[in-house]
């Protein structure tokens, strides 16, 4: 059954493929635009092939992820040539600042954490609030934002890309067009993203291939309560640890900085102060934790968790307090810190960019 889904999901891949290749061939506009190199990721031990997504429209080739992979690290592509996304997603911390809260163009600082750049593949919608419904939309989205990237409009974003002609030849290889669009350099970047997986964790090859030595004791009780009495899992599901779900827990009801969170997007008075679940791959590097950065370790967050939340009128009625002792929010942090995979690692920062 998984097996003839696959079979159907490489020939779509491979009849769509074929199609741009024939439409290069045929289009006397297109000649220069052909070499593109099917990329095949490998899904580490741990994570759902099935579940992973690539926009039929936007298939992975190996030109497109190099090009993502320089639009990701450019500080020119913003408005004073100071800020890329990996200013805010450092490589080295999984993709994420280090900052409760991230400072952008002009030190100009947004009321939310970033989050890691990592296992967006295995994601729908993206942001603390889901508002981009794509990662192809997700990654244009900071380019125009005043606090980050700092350019009015995406028109000035594409004008800067194509005062390079080293870019616009690129461009023209991947996309058959030298005339950029926003859309080309959210696919290009979305693509890049889409490899940066984090997965053969020591808790996978414990949990998948029974290795008893991958974790420690301390880590095999914390997963036993991770399932059971901490409830963890009722919403850091699945083999991403997500249920991509919003749900309020009750940060940022204590104090007079609310965020409304899903709200924003749907209106819909129960998502008031939702946010989405997020991944636990890596957590043990991407500190400090949630969406406003107010945790500064693993143990305060399952203090918040251990409490019960914060008491809210929209509080998930999931979040109950949890009665763990000391010795159980050891046994979880241990669990949590087994989590730390590979498949984003490989990843170096570029040295030379197209001029
Ligand atoms: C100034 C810092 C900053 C810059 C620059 C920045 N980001 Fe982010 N990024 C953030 C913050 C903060 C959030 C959370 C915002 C929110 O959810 O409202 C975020 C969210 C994201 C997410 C969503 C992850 C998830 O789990 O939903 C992705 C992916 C991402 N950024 C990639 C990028 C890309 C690609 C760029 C460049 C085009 C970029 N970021 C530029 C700070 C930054
Ligand atoms: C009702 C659903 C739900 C339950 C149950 C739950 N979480 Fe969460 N978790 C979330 C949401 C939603 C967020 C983001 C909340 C925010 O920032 O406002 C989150 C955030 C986190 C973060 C911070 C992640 C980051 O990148 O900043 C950690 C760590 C975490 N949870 C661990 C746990 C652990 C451990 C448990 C069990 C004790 C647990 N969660 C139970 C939904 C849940």
Redesign the pocket.
């Known amino acids: 059954m998984a097996g003839t889904i696959l079979k159907i999901k490489w020939l779509t891949i491979f009849m769509f493929l074929g199609t741009v290749f024939s439409a290069l061939i045929t289009s006397p506009m297109n000649t220069n635009a052909a070499s593109q190199n099917f990329y095949k990721l490998k899904i580490p031990l741990g994570l759902d092939e099935e579940a992973f997504k690539v926009p039929q429209d936007n298939p992975m080739t190996r030109e497109k992820i190099g090009l993502g992979r320089l639009l990701f690290f450019d500080k020119r592509l913003s408005a004073n040539n100071t800020i890329a996304c990996a200013s805010c997603h450092i490589p080295e911390l999984a993709f ?1 600042d280090g900052q409760s809260v991230s400072s952008g163009i002009h030190h100009l600082q947004g009321g939310r ?1 970033a ?2 750049a990592i296992n967006r593949g295995f994601s729908e919608a993206q942001f ?1 609030d889901g508002r981009a419904p794509m990662l192809e939309d997700q990654s244009i989205g900071p380019f125009a934002n005043p606090i980050e990237h700092g350019f009015s409009n995406h028109d000035e974003l594409v004008a800067k890309i194509s005062m390079f002609d080293g870019y616009k030849k690129m461009f023209k290889n991947v996309f058959g067009t030298d005339n950029i669009k926003k859309e080309h350099v959210g696919k290009a970047i979305a693509s890049f993203q889409r490899t940066l997986i984090s997965g053969n964790s020591p808790f996978d090859r414990f949990d998948y291939d029974g290795d008893q030595k991958a974790i420690s004791e301390s880590a095999k009780r914390g997963k036993i ?2 399932f059971d009495k ?7 599901m699945g083999t991403n640890f997500s ?1 991509e779900k ?7 009801w204590d104090g007079n900085a609310l ?1 409304l ?1 899903r709200y924003s997007v749907t209106k819909d008075v129960k998502d008031l ?8 791959r890596e ?1 043990s590097k ?8 107010r ?1 500064a370790t ?1 143990e305060d ?2 203090a918040h ?2 409490k019960g939340g914060v008491k809210n009128p929209f509080l ?1 009625n ?2 109950i307090p ?1 009665n ?1 002792s000391r010795p159980e929010i050891k046994d ?1 942090v241990a669990m ?1 810190r087994s989590l730390e995979g590979e498949g984003w690692q490989h990843v170096k920062v570029p040295t030379e960019f197209p001029q």
Do not use: E
């Not at 919003?246 to 940022?252: A, K, L, P, S, W």
């Not at 991407?286 to 950065?293: C, I, K, S």
């Open positions: 994420t954490s989050p890691t603390w309560l991770f901490a409830r963890c899992n009722l919403c850091h249920d919003f749900h309020n827990i009750g940060v940022g965020d969170g102060g939702a946010f989405k679940t997020p991944t636990l957590i991407t500190a400090p934790y949630m969406h406003d950065g945790f693993l967050v399952i968790y251990n998930d999931q979040v949890l763990l979880l949590l």
